[in-house]
């Protein structure tokens, strides 16, 4: 399984960015649509910390409370692409955002990881 993260660059506070996670090499026994997708980051000098999840029918998702009201998770299961959209962000936004799939434990990150795109936040 391999996943890839597009859409980072440089957004003004305030603004908004959508990420996108394209996925590829599911097993038929496993599709991607029967796959959790998690959406996590990562500063200099932090631990990566959990963003948001979705379930594998997109109706199930939860959000750490950093992103909630303002970060809103989605899947095309058709076109095998998780989305990130992310909405007024604040200085506290800029990291390395990483898609992440495996795993049965919605909560709990899964085994493979994308190689990650920034986002850089500017006042």
């Known amino acids: 399984v391999q996943l890839v993260e597009s859409g980072g660059g440089f957004v003004q506070s305030g603004g908004p960015l959508r990420l996108s996670c394209a996925a590829s090499?599911?097993?038929?026994?496993?599709?991607?649509?029967?796959?959790?997708i998690r959406w996590y980051r990562q500063t200099p000098g932090k631990e990566r910390e959990f963003v948001a999840v979705?379930?594998?029918?997109?109706?199930?998702?939860s959000y750490a409370d950093s992103a909630r009201d303002r970060f809103t998770i989605s899947r095309d299961n058709a076109k095998n692409m998780a989305y990130l959209q992310m909405n007024a962000l604040k200085a506290s936004d800029p990291a390395v955002y990483y898609c992440?799939?495996?795993?049965?434990?919605?909560?709990?990150?899964?085994?493979?990881w994308g190689q990650g795109t920034q986002d850089t936040v500017t006042s």
């Open positions: 992440n799939t495996g795993g049965y434990t919605y909560l709990m990150a899964g085994k493979t």
């Open positions: 090499g599911f097993a038929p026994v496993f599709p991607f649509s029967s796959s959790i």
């Open positions: 979705i379930g594998s029918e997109g109706q199930d998702t």
